[in-house]
């Protein structure tokens, strides 16, 4: 558990360090894997390999942070995750590059549920508004930066001495664990997180985040090409156009953090964000570099709505001493979204034209803001404050 303001701080920190690392190499590895001859297909298949892990993994990671430790498994998915990316600067086959994303891609699942169990299990912020938005402030932060600075040194000097950058910087984030303590665990029964998942409620809300995460796919895979061959953006303008966009992802997240909690409020601000980010990522897809920068931010306003309110409904339907494990279901159910999404994508954008699969993925967006009509809970009281009759509450937090 966070026992202090300057742990908090610390959290941020690693937030910000990993994810300026790890987004910059989602987004910008595809026009390296490009030089390197990869076609659609290997693009797609790489990239699915990095949501693949996840599905496997987050749930086991999580019931690991509610049972025995959460410091420990962030230390060495950092330090993993800082010797792959080395590794990865120097592969030249498409094989090796699958299996080198597919071990990324189980670093930073681990490193994205360890940290966010270790913030959901955090008691000391009482407006889950405020202690959500800032969390995602920092995590959005982090890629618009790290975007900027990789496309400034691949422009300079190259995608390898990019990732060695990106390894060293994410070892050196490790140091700012010795800050961090005040865990606690408890014995959890396997049971206990089916009595979690498998209700109306819960498997409604799943639904809604794995169509949610397949335009993820869309991101990975298609969107760096797109913005080199359909819009005639060099490596630079291309990381410029990805960064500065991010920053609007950011400005909502903060926008959020500065609202009271309210449930009708953040449920309409929610299907707001889905239709924000559905719209703006179909019209994106034009020729025209500002209308599609201009959309792009729409987007990214919109997924910054998204991405704050989903981890506080999260939240809000488990206990604080299951919440690792539930929640990694969770991740993992939107990371088999990411996959698909991956695959499907590629897969129809290389084949039929890069601007087609933001039209599909949008739309799908703009569809699932109509389910969130039914998905989203009414109710969706935060936990902290009075628990929601979803299963058993026998135990104290």
């Known amino acids: 558990m966070i026992s202090t303001r300057m742990n908090t701080r610390r959290i941020h920190l690693i937030n910000f360090v990993r994810k300026f690392a790890v987004a910059a190499v989602f987004f910008l590895a595809p026009l390296h894997f490009l030089r390197l001859g990869f076609g659609g297909l290997a693009i797609g298949v790489i990239v699915s390999c990095f949501a693949a892990a996840p599905i496997l993994f987050a749930f086991p990671t999580g019931w690991i942070n509610d049972r025995f430790s959460i410091k420990r498994v962030i230390l060495v998915a950092l330090l993993a995750q800082s010797v ?7 592969m030249k086959h498409a094989a090796g590059m699958a299996v ?3 071990l990324v891609g189980l670093a930073n699942s ?16 009482e407006n889950p508004n405020r202690k959500y938005g800032r969390y995602i402030l920092w995590l959005s932060l982090g890629p618009a930066a790290g975007i900027l600075f990789g496309g400034i040194l691949i422009f300079s000097s190259g995608f390898p001495l990019l990732m060695m950058v990106f390894g060293a910087i994410t070892a050196l984030a490790a140091f700012s664990l010795r800050g961090i303590d005040g865990e606690k665990f408890s014995v959890v029964e396997i ?6 998942i498998f209700n109306r409620r819960v498997l409604a809300f799943s639904l809604f985040l794995f169509i949610l995460a397949l335009h993820w796919g869309v991101e990975g895979t298609v969107y760096s090409p797109f913005l080199r061959r359909g819009l005639g953006l060099d490596d630079f303008q291309v990381a410029l156009f990805i960064s500065m966009a991010y920053l609007s992802l950011a400005a909502s997240s903060l926008l959020i953090s500065r609202l009271k909690f309210d449930t009708r409020r ?33 987007h990214e306003a919109g997924d910054g709505l998204l991405a704050v309110l989903s981890i506080l409904y999260i939240s809000s339907l488990f206990e604080k ?21 991956a695959l499907i994508f590629s897969w129809l954008g290389f084949r039929s034209g890069l601007e087609y699969p933001f039209f599909v993925a949008g739309a799908l967006l703009i569809v699932n803001a109509a389910l969130g009509l039914f998905a989203l809970p009414q109710e969706a009281a935060h936990r902290e404050s009075t628990p929601a009759p979803l299963a058993r509450r026998t135990h104290e937090y």
């Open 321 to 341: 001493r299951t919440i690792g494990g539930s929640a990694g279901i969770l991740s993992a159910l939107q990371t088999a979204g990411q996959m698909a999404g």
């Open 110 to 125: 681990a490193l994205d549920v360890s940290i966010n169990s270790l913030y959901y299990k955090d008691p000391s912020e």
């Open 191 to 196: 049971r206990e997180y089916r009595a979690d």
């Open 84 to 90: 792959l990316f080395i590794a990865i600067g120097h």
């Open 100 to 102: 080198l994303f597919l």
């Open 266 to 298: 953040n449920r309409v601000l929610f299907l707001l964000g889905m239709m924000l980010s559905g719209i703006g990522l179909a019209l994106m897809a034009q020729g025209d570099v500002r209308l599609s920068f201009f959309f792009r931010v729409v």
